[in-house]
């Protein structure tokens, strides 16, 4: 339907993490705003992050201070606004004297100049250094500080190789980042912008001093019209082809696609805590835990030119995690221990760096106000999302002067509305007033929703209340819940993006669960299934 008396303050493109949280933002200021998203909330770069609100230690060693020093101060903001979603994990990096780099970073050159001795090295003494920066550049409250660890004794030493007798440990935090993106959309609707999940931009003029967008239903083809004062460019991978072929924009600005892939194996070590791992090129690779059962690890750095070509894990990327993990490991871990793997590309500004690992990781805004104001963005990360959002708004801010001034710092995001260390009290509340949840139940529905699971559970009194079970304690009732609130239409959005229970499910259980959401009106071909992925 086409509505040309309606007119948005910002019409944004794209429901990734910057699309949505610049929504939030914007909503909460009392602009009125209309997002499009051409798949899924979070369906593209923003759910197949390694799901870290980090400081980046290693982008130390490319003098990035700016973004280090915002994205460390940012962590522990963002783990009180969401502290179901997110949560302190402490990484151990394992250290050896005899370790050799192609680091090609301009802290290892500058090392090799003036101590040409330890060129290809990097010593404990500049490790040390690296985490006494990275524990003091952002401030800390609630996290712990850099640690030095005997890894023949310590626990964490265990799954290692011998010869890893020294580690150091220091902290970062862990995030659901498909659900971030979705708690920031909703959020943003409370407030009463207009999200419009599965509907692509086809192109947008100025007319006047208004933008004129025409969008279309990305599944059935209808088509709208909306006018807007100020149009906002948070296209992630397509930042380049909307301004382009959408927008008929030129500039000189270029995005970088770099592609980063992750396996998911069976639960490596049986601790909480993440590895750092440094590879002989120089990269690191992490090992993460992940959903209780399974250990994450990754990333690559490939580059794709393309954004419309699906990124995937290759076989060269497989192969290549599994054997920087297998220098570490006792035990070694084979593509029989793979389970599911997965891949995003990195919409990086193109700085002309040599390197996809050295492109920059920070973010850049592009403001074009030659007639109605057009904001672009580039870059960026999971945990700089929110000081983007309140950066884009300042550089709209002289177009809109009625609008708010900063306020997301620390405002809860739905359901995250207790304390920060109060996930296990939580749980353990609500297993108090829904006997009928086993721990691991009520457990995962406090991280999945926070305060909010209990208004999902509302009178239930057994779990057959709860209606059909479609395995790995997926009800109708939570179902309900994800299509009703969290703008869930198909199984893959529910079992790998809103949850991770595509991990638990059998293809039959995950058929089954297609077959019902399509005869509630929604539904749409299962794509993945866990340990059947293609790669
Ligand atoms: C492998 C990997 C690991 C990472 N790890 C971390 C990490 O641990 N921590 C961290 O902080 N950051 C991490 N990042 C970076 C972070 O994930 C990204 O910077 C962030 O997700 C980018 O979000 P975005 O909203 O810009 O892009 P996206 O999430 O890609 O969103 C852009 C959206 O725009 C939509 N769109 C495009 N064209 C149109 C159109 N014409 N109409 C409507 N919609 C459109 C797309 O469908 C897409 O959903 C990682 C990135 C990768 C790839």
């Not at 970073?105 to 006494?132: C, E, H, Q, Y």
């Amino acid at each position: 339907m086409t509505d040309r008396n309606t007119i948005s303050d910002l019409f944004i493109i794209g429901g990734g993490i910057n699309g949505c949280g610049i929504a939030r933002d914007a909503a909460g200021r009392g602009l009125s705003v209309t997002l499009a998203e051409q798949g899924d909330l979070g369906g593209a770069t923003s759910s197949a992050s390694t799901k870290l609100f980090h400081g980046g230690l290693r982008y130390l060693e490319y003098f990035e201070f700016r973004l280090v020093r915002e994205a460390l101060q940012e962590r522990e903001t963002l783990l009180r606004a969401m502290p179901h979603i997110s949560w302190p994990m402490r990484f151990v990096l394992p250290w050896q004297a005899g370790m050799r780099f192609d680091a090609q970073t301009p802290a290892a050159r500058l090392l090799g100049r003036v101590m040409p001795w330890a060129r290809g090295r990097r010593p404990a003494w500049m490790i040390r250094l690296g985490l006494f920066l990275y524990d003091h550049l952002g401030g800390r409250k609630i996290l712990p500080g850099t640690a030095t660890l005997d890894l023949s004794r310590a626990p964490e030493g265990a799954p290692l190789a011998d010869g890893f007798a020294r580690g150091f440990e220091y902290s970062d935090c862990w995030v659901d980042d498909a659900r971030l993106v979705v708690l920031n959309a909703r959020d943003a609707q409370a407030r009463g912008a207009r999200i419009l999940p599965r509907t692509r931009v086809i192109s947008a003029r100025r007319a006047g001093d208004l933008w004129q967008v025409e969008t279309e239903d990305s599944e059935t083809g209808p088509r709208e019209t909306h006018m807007a004062r100020a149009l906002v460019n948070a296209a992630g991978p397509w930042a380049g082809t909307v301004l382009q072929d959408r927008l008929g924009v030129q500039t000189p600005d270029r995005v970088r696609l770099v592609r980063g892939s992750h396996i998911v194996t069976r639960r490596l070590f049986d601790h909480d805590k993440a590895y750092i791992l440094q590879g002989p090129d120089g990269r690191v690779v992490f090992a993460l835990p992940y959903e209780n059962d399974f250990t994450l690890i990754g990333t690559t750095d490939a580059e794709q030119a393309d954004p419309d070509q699906p990124p995937r894990c290759s076989l060269a990327e497989r192969r290549y995690l599994l054997e920087f993990v297998n220098r570490y490991l006792r035990q070694p871990v084979s593509d029989d221990d793979v389970v599911w793997s997965f891949a995003g590309l990195r919409p990086l500004y193109d700085d002309g760096a040599a390197s996809a690992s050295a492109a920059t990781r920070d973010y850049v805004l592009r403001l074009d106000a030659d007639g109605a104001p057009l904001l672009s963005v580039f870059g960026g990360k999971i945990t700089t999302y929110r000081r983007l959002a309140q950066s884009a708004l300042a550089r709209l801010a002289p177009h809109f002067p009625g609008a708010g001034g900063d306020w997301t710092a620390g405002v809860p995001l739905p359901g995250g509305d207790f304390p920060v260390d109060g996930q296990a009290a939580l749980a353990a509340d609500l297993y108090t007033r829904y006997p009928f949840l086993s721990a691991a139940w009520a457990d995962r529905l406090v991280r999945t929703y926070g305060t909010e699971a209990a208004d999902l559970l509302g009178r239930a009194r057994s779990a057959a209340d709860l209606g059909r079970d479609f395995g790995a304690t997926l009800t109708e009732a939570e179902l309900r819940w994800l299509m009703r609130r969290e703008y869930a239409r198909t199984a893959d959005d529910v079992l790998w993006r809103r949850t991770k229970l595509g991990l638990r499910l059998s293809r039959s259980q995950a058929m089954a669960l297609d077959a019902w959401m399509t005869a509630q009106g929604a539904g749409a071909p299962v794509q993945h299934v866990a340990g059947q992925v293609a790669i």
